[in-house]
């Protein structure tokens, strides 16, 4: 993987991107709130050896576990400005986010993302290239004003622990459910694993209830790879 420098208006961010070949498959990463790529390996590691063009925005760390408006339309707006400055014009890319990477991933797909009664997320422009994603640990409640999900008709492969607190399989489940009428969101829920069981490097004082992480990195990798490799 190689760290690009981009602009967004008068300030820069770094990319990482990992170079493929012409018509290989290209992956959106976005992040969760620590905002480095680099902390998944794994998966990053699993996506380039099957080939695929990776680019992947780096963002700086969210200090609330609530995150304000404009970080969410910041964050929104880098990873299409990402796609802008990678990716050729007509080529379609696959969305892989993690926790708050995988709530913007679902808004850029077209679904109305709100913060709380009358606090809709005005700024944020869906992204047509978008046409799959494999959302991780997903939070959802971004999505649950009436029709919120109604203009995302995209397959889904959604990933969450069973032992998830932060992100708890019934807001993975909640998508199903509403998006049930018109498309299938695919959810898998590993026995054991927490929210940050899909990261090589977690936040500090974070403890792992899986008993075998390495095994569950690999496998969890393998089925999005599979997934956006299509």
Not at 53 to 81: C, G, K, N, Q, Y
Not at 207 to 220: D, G, I, R, S, V
Request: negative net charge; glycine residues 8%; contains cysteine.
């Amino acid at each position: 993987m190689q760290t690009k420098i981009l602009q967004d208006g008068t300030e820069s961010f770094e990319v990482s991107v990992h170079e493929a070949t012409i018509n290989s498959p290209v992956v959106l990463f976005a992040v969760g709130a620590g905002g480095q790529p680099e902390r998944y390996a794994t998966l990053m590691d699993t996506l380039a050896e099957s080939g695929c063009m990776i680019v992947a925005p780096h963002f700086d760390r969210l200090a609330s576990p609530v995150p304000r408006e404009e970080e969410l339309t910041l964050r929104a707006r880098r990873l299409s400005l990402a796609l802008d400055a990678f990716v050729k014009p007509g080529i379609t890319a696959a969305g892989v986010g993690h926790s708050i990477g995988a709530a913007t991933l679902i808004a850029l797909a077209g679904a109305q993302m709100w913060l709380g009664p009358g606090r809709r997320v005005n700024n944020i422009t869906s992204d047509s290239r978008l046409t799959r994603l494999s959302l991780l640990a997903a939070p959802t409640d971004f999505f649950q004003a009436p029709g919120a999900l109604d203009a995302v008709k995209v397959p889904i492969l959604a990933w969450v622990g069973s032992a998830d607190n932060i992100t708890p399989p019934a807001q993975t489940e909640r998508i199903a459910h509403a998006m049930r009428d018109w498309q299938t969101v695919d959810v898998h829920v590993t026995d054991g694993a927490g929210h940050f069981s899909f990261m090589d490097i977690v936040p500090p004082q974070t403890t792992e209830p899986l008993l075998n992480k390495q095994a569950f990195l690999k496998e969890y990798s393998s089925e999005v790879c599979k997934f956006v490799v299509g």
